[in-house]
Every structure is written in C-alpha cells, then in structure tokens.
C-alpha cells in the first residue's frame, strides 16, 4: 500500500488488489483499489490496470502507425538489445 497526503489534507492510498497474467493474451490485470479519507469521509474505488505487451516486430509497427520511429532499443541494463531479444526491453522513440 502506497499513501500520501493531498493538498486538501486528505489520506490518498492505493494498494494491490488482486493481478492475474495470461501469457497467451499478452496480458496482466492488476486490481487497484484506490481510497480517500478526510475527516468522516471516505472514498473507495476498484479499478482493474491492463498491461498489454507486444512482440518487438509488432510494437515497432505500432510506434511507426503513431508516426514515431524506433531510435534504440536497449536492455534493463541500458545496454543494446540483441535483435532477436524477448525479455523486457526499453524503446527510445522519436516524432516523424
């Protein structure tokens, strides 16, 4: 659980639900259950978060669809991504 204070004076907190991976999909859904609490007030709300990923082929065709170009890819580590890698990868992308 995440909390921080707002202008208002208000406790904002967020914290995981529940997440749920189907790697056929290429998808994660992460449950977030977000609250407010000021004074006697309180808010809460659940939102599902999706993380969609994308083969480095297909991700490349989207970026250049939105009129970016791939500049480089590089690893976690910031070190230049082999063309056939498929662990995380970092695009640096540039308006055409």
Do not use: C, N
């Not at 609250?35 to 659940?46: A, K, L, P, V, Y």
């Not at 599902?48 to 083969?55: E, G, T």
């Not at 976690?76 to 662990?87: F, I, S, V």
């Amino acid at each position: 659980m995440r909390t921080v204070a707002a202008p208002d004076g208000a406790e904002l907190r967020v914290s995981v639900v529940a997440e749920q991976r189907d790697e056929t999909a290429r998808t994660q859904t992460t449950l977030l259950r977000y609250e407010r609490h000021h004074g006697s007030d309180s808010t809460i709300e659940e939102r599902p978060w999706i993380l969609h990923w994308y083969p480095r082929g297909q991700f490349e065709k989207l970026a250049m669809t939105a009129g970016l170009a791939v500049t480089a890819v590089s690893d976690p580590d910031g070190k230049p991504a082999p063309a056939d890698a498929t662990d995380l990868l970092h695009f640096r992308l540039q308006a055409t």
